[in-house]
């Protein structure tokens, strides 16, 4: 089992940056990647960004690309979402995921076992 717990979470203008943070701690082995998902009040979960936690390999969702960045600190066992240029539709709580992702589809909720309490990024116009 893996426990996870996000950071970094805020209200910013539109615009604006913010870094978010998950650390995980517990068995790590039995998982291939990690992800950031997104779900905003009367919305399916989204996959954001998620990253191969071997190779590094990165997805990203076409809404944020060229905006958000997802990295790893393997020996912190942190993953990171930078997130520039900020939107109010970006507006959600952002969750932490750990799990098994194939890489034959986009992320899905289902390919992940492990999951964050979430942290709020509220963006204003």
């Known amino acids: 089992q893996v426990q996870l717990v996000e950071s970094g979470g805020d209200s910013v203008q539109a615009g604006g940056s913010l870094r978010l943070s998950c650390t995980a701690s517990?068995?790590?082995?039995?998982?291939?990647?990690m992800g950031w998902f997104r779900q905003a009040p009367g919305k399916e979960r989204e996959g954001v960004a998620t990253?191969?936690?071997?190779?590094?390999?990165?997805y990203y969702a076409d809404s944020v690309k060229g905006r958000f960045t997802i990295s790893q600190d393997n020996a912190k066992r942190t993953m990171y979402l930078q997130m520039n240029s900020l939107k109010s539709e970006d507006t959600a709580m952002y969750y932490c995921?750990?799990?098994?992702?194939?890489?034959?589809?986009?992320?899905?909720?289902?390919?992940?076992?492990?999951w964050g309490q979430g942290t709020q990024v509220t963006v204003s116009s």
């Open positions: 517990g068995l790590t082995y039995n998982i291939n990647s």
């Open positions: 990253i191969y936690t071997a190779t590094g390999r990165t």
């Open positions: 995921a750990a799990g098994n992702w194939l890489g034959l589809w986009s992320p899905r909720v289902s390919d992940f076992s492990n």
